[in-house]
């Protein structure tokens, strides 16, 4: 498995395709409403096995030192496998390069246990999406 930033239109497509695929598409909504305006000044992180993108997940700005980890999406066949893991790793790894002190995130509670097992402090119930996946503050810093 290889984890690096998208290089091409073509890994670019094929990032967003599977954000949507894994993050919204179950909720019944539509192509496009797995971007947001902050994509140009992203990183983003793909994990590749054998040509076939398997994982993605970006890391923003919201300050001098403050980065947040958002749109996190592992094909459904290959969650629980340490995928994740690396691509967290991978994302702390660029905020680190970039002087960032915190990383801020929104989990579905799903995934909350496996937030915390990579040292991220649970805060505050956040937000509801699609008025039923309940989502969770959290940081950790690095």
């Known amino acids: 498995m290889i984890i690096r930033s998208p290089l091409h239109k073509h890994e670019y497509d094929a990032y967003y395709t599977l954000r949507w695929q894994v ?3 179950p909720w019944g909504q539509d192509i496009g409403s797995e971007k947001d305006e902050m994509e140009d000044d992203a990183i983003h992180r793909i994990a590749i096995v054998e040509q076939h993108i398997i994982a993605v997940g970006r890391l923003h700005f919201v300050g001098k030192t403050t980065a947040q980890i958002r749109y996190m999406a592992i094909s459904d066949n290959l969650q629980n496998q340490g995928v994740g893991k690396l691509m967290v790793q991978s ?9 960032i002190l915190l990383i801020t995130l929104h989990a579905r509670e799903a995934v909350v246990d496996f937030y915390k097992k990579q040292n991220y402090q649970l805060l505050e119930k956040s937000h509801l999406l699609f008025n039923e996946i309940q989502h969770y503050k959290m940081q950790k810093v690095l």
């Open 23 to 25: 993050l919204r598409a």
């Open 91 to 99: 994302l702390e790894k660029a905020a680190k390069e970039k002087n």
